[in-house]
């Protein structure tokens, strides 16, 4: 049943959609262009920029990760981030490691002081327990300062659920790291993705589930054997566009679910970039975010085994705890149409990255208690390392600088660099279970309704050029019938779902917590 039937005569649905009536004023007030305005991104992803930033803050390790893999490899292209707002992420671990490097370094000087004070002045000088115990304590309140601005000042107090702001994110002083984040915000919208390897879907998580159909379009011939009204011409790149209408926010079905971003993105192997100067300028710099649009024109009409042309229909839910991604690709080569589309996914966040929500608010005085007892906690690891962390901090941008030169070096002299990005922050941090029972239902209604978009638009796309349908009905009802199973993890009472009208689902008991 399309919308149009599920409307009555006075323009309201008698249907609704995460618990939305689909009204016409509704509609018109939600939906938005197909470029998506900064708030409403910003609502998509907050819940999981939430949880990432807050991990940032928790796990100075995870910090280092973030950083490492945004701002030090930097030839490296930058996967697309899905459900995620990345530079918010990274501003947060910058700021993190910041506050531990000062940490480190005041520790490491108040180390050097005491080991002077009973390395030269204890034989001759009796009183030298008092400096000693004075920097001592003072290195206890530097210890403790560091867990105070990290977990009262930054995760309690900015980062809670009704509390966090992603402009609230503080920006580096430094210039190469603005610019740096400049770049990474634009990879949100850019059109080029450069993938290593296998990967070509970087980013975007989990197989899910993929089809395709193969149709002769060469004409129909009529009782005696002979050609038929033959069907009107067209390109890839045309049923691409109607792809992309049947999806859009004007028209398609992101005007009832307005969450729905869909556009083209070429996807590029990184080892196959270097002799192209527009997909690869300068080669020692990171390929661009963004190509021209004539090039997705070029890939989609006449593809080649290096570069092909998708269409991507990006449905996020939850704030960008799930993010399920749908790639379609049309060929028409000959007399024939290829049509591929593969349904990828976003898990939520693993269990580790949400420990935020077992935090809450204190008192002035309880805060300020929390942080002496967590300080006293780890005075003496952070006091006996600060040495090795402190040069750590110092020496490993200049590892990160040699490592530069020398890939630099090797590609000077026709080393074939890899430009292809490594999986995302938002990937890294995914999980299998499925924390919620509506979460796992929206993530069985995202595929099904994207499947059936795509099929009635290119079936009405095949319709109005002429091309006879029956081919297309009976393989797309092959693939509506068939079963497609698949796992989404740990939910109450089933774990699996299946695509199709007389498909079947395995259930899985849930696992149980142990005791």
Not at 261 to 281: A, C, K, T, W
Not at 291 to 298: D, F, P
Request: hydrophobic share 45%.
């Amino acid at each position: 049943m399309s919308m149009k039937d599920g409307m009555n005569e006075r323009g309201f649905s008698r249907f609704t959609v995460n618990g939305y009536k689909l009204t016409r004023p509704f509609l018109a007030s939600r939906s938005v262009g197909e470029a998506a305005a900064p708030d409403s991104v910003e609502t998509a992803d907050k819940e999981a920029t939430r949880y990432l930033s807050a991990a940032t803050q928790l796990d100075i390790d995870y910090a280092k990760s973030v950083v490492d893999r945004v701002f030090n490899e930097q030839l490296k292209a930058l996967a697309p981030t899905f459900g995620v707002d990345v530079p918010v992420v990274v501003k947060w671990a910058l700021k993190a490691l910041r506050i531990r490097a000062i940490r480190d370094r005041w520790l490491t000087v108040i180390l050097a002081l005491q080991i002077f004070l009973i390395v030269v002045l204890i034989l001759w000088w009796p009183w030298v327990w008092i400096p000693l115990v004075l920097l001592l304590l003072v290195a206890w309140m530097v210890v403790s300062w560091d867990y105070h601005e990290r977990i009262h000042k930054a995760v309690i107090g900015k980062m809670l659920r009704d509390r966090f702001r992603p402009v609230d994110a503080p920006w580096p002083t430094n210039g190469g790291d603005r610019d740096r984040l400049d770049t990474v915000a634009a990879r949100k919208d850019g059109n080029l993705v450069v993938f290593s390897g296998h990967e070509a879907f970087i980013g975007s998580g989990k197989l899910m589930a993929q089809q395709r159909i193969l149709l002769d379009i060469s004409g129909v011939k009529d009782d005696d054997g002979e050609a038929g009204k033959q069907p009107e011409s067209f390109t890839s790149q045309d049923l691409h566009t109607a792809i992309v209408a049947a999806f859009d926010r004007e028209h398609g079905l992101g005007k009832s679910l307005d969450n729905i971003r869909v556009y083209e993105r070429l996807f590029v192997n990184g080892l196959h970039i270097q002799s192209d100067e527009n997909l690869l300028p300068d080669r020692l710099r990171p390929p661009p975010t963004s190509v021209e649009s004539s090039l997705l024109n070029a890939a989609a009409e006449n593809p080649s085994p290096e570069a092909r042309a998708y269409v991507c229909v990006e449905m996020p839910g939850w704030q960008g705890q799930l993010v399920v991604t749908q790639f379609i690709r049309a060929v028409y080569a000959g007399k024939s149409l290829f049509v591929e589309w593969t349904f990828m996914v976003l898990p939520p966040i693993r269990k580790e990255f949400r420990r935020i929500d077992t935090l809450y608010e204190f008192s002035s005085p309880l805060q300020l208690k929390d942080s002496l007892l967590a300080g006293l906690r780890a005075l003496v690891p952070a006091l006996a390392r600060s040495p090795v962390r402190a040069f750590g901090a110092w020496r490993y941008p200049r590892l990160v600088r040699r490592r530069q030169l020398r890939r630099e070096n090797a590609i000077k002299r026709g080393y074939l660099f890899d430009y292809g990005a490594r999986t995302s922050i938002r990937e890294d941090a995914s999980g299998d279970q499925r924390q919620h029972y509506f979460l796992a239902r929206d993530e069985i209604m995202y595929v099904l309704l994207a499947q059936q978009t795509l099929t009635r638009a290119v079936e009405d796309f095949l319709s109005e050029h002429g091309v006879d349908l029956g081919q297309f009905k009976d393989q797309v009802k092959v693939i509506f019938d068939s079963s497609i199973n698949y796992n989404i993890g740990d939910i109450s009472g089933s774990t699996g779902f299946a695509i199709g009208n007389n498909s079947s689902a395995t259930v899985n008991e849930p696992k149980k917590e142990p005791k």
